[in-house]
């Protein structure tokens, strides 16, 4: 995941392949009065259908999932938990007629092991 701006996921259940733009990341307690960090996407399908989907990242459990994972909280670092709950949601359909999905402390901790995972493996390869 290390291109959060623009990615493919899918299929979805149904066979459509979406390309993923990130729109944009701010804390949602200037937009909804929610204590969250909010990751906007747009989704295209293989049809040209648009929609878009926001994915809210409750900044209590952020904060937790990377004291746990022994980093920062950081831009990059948010808008790709993101980027992984959304291509998780276009695989399994979950939660796909919702506009905006609240991502759940567990997933969030699942996220962020991938995340390290893949960044080990960059500093190895690299």
Known sequence: MQNFRQF?????????KFQIL???????ISLRHADTVDVKFILVDDQGARTEKTIALPHADLLRVAAEAGRKVDDPWCSRLGALHLRRLVET??????????????????????LRDWETSAVRAG
């Not at 990130?22 to 949602?28: D, G, H, I, N, V």
């Open 93 to 114: 359909g979950e939660d796909m007629e919702k506009d905006l999905v609240t991502v759940s402390a567990a997933d969030m901790k699942g996220y962020a092991e991938k």
């Open 8 to 16: 493919e996921a899918g299929p979805d259940p149904f066979g459509r």
């Open 22 to 28: 990130f729109k944009w990341m701010l804390t949602a």
